[in-house]
Every structure is written in structure tokens, then in C-alpha cells.
């Protein structure tokens, strides 16, 4: 079972900018179309960005699009997502979510709904101040 890790949360100012990271163990991401969610407060997950196993195609909602860049490194195992222009409405908990592909016709992508996830990180922290 492959096990998720994030980092990189903190707080920032509005317009600012931060880099969450996401390791992996446990398994191989790039068997794994991976995900980032947010969770505000009072709030359920909500996707943010995703990137298929093959790395040749990512997913953006559009309150982020233009700012999120979401990127994997497979030789270091771990997924990316470079924040910038941040807001205030960007503040929540920050999740890494896999789900392992079942050969190119079932990848899942764009797995924008949590359920379609099962490995998942404890969540790392994001403020935006105003």
C-alpha cells in the first residue's frame, strides 16, 4: 500500500507563493494518476489539480488556473504543486491523493472527485492572509 506524505505548508501573504510536496513509498508514482485536494474549513474536499500516471496531461480547476502548476518527479517519488498569487480563499488543509492506474484505458484521469482516490496523505496546512 503505498503511503503519501505532504509538505510545504505554512503561512503566507496574499500574492505570495509556496510549494507543497508530496512523497511517496511504499510504491511507484508513476503507476499513480495523483491528485491534490483542498479542504476548507467547515468544508469537504474539493480538487485542485490533477496529473495522469504518464505525467503527459494535468487538470486544473478554474479558480486556479494561471496560479497551480501541479508537477511529479518519479525518480524522487513525489508529486509537486507550486502555488503562486496566492488568495485568501486558497487557505484550507492541502491533501496528496493516488489512485494506481489499470493499464492506459483505466488511468481514472481526471479523477477530480475524492472517492475515485485510494491512497491519501494526512494533509499539510495553507493560510493566506489578507
Known amino acids: 500500500q503505498v503511503q503519501l506524505v505532504e509538505s510545504g505548508g505554512g503561512l503566507v501573504q496574499t500574492g505570495g507563493s509556496l510549494r507543497l510536496s508530496c512523497a511517496a513509498s511504499?510504491?511507484?508514482?508513476?503507476?499513480?494518476?495523483m491528485g491534490w485536494f483542498r479542504q476548507a474549513a467547515g468544508k469537504g474536499r474539493m480538487i485542485v489539480a490533477t496529473?495522469?500516471?504518464?505525467?503527459?496531461?494535468?487538470f486544473y480547476v478554474d479558480s486556479v488556473k494561471g496560479r497551480f502548476a501541479i508537477a511529479r518527479d518519479n525518480a524522487k517519488n513525489t508529486v509537486y504543486l507550486q502555488m503562486n498569487d496566492l488568495k485568501p480563499e486558497d487557505t484550507g488543509v492541502y491533501y496528496c491523493a493516488g489512485v494506481e492506474v489499470n493499464g492506459p484505458d483505466y488511468d481514472f484521469f481526471p479523477a477530480i472527485l475524492d472517492y475515485e482516490y485510494n491512497a491519501w496523505g494526512k494533509g499539510t496546512q495553507v493560510t493566506v492572509s489578507s
Open positions: 511504499g510504491g511507484t508514482i508513476s503507476d499513480f494518476t
Open positions: 496529473t495522469r500516471y504518464s505525467g503527459d496531461d494535468t
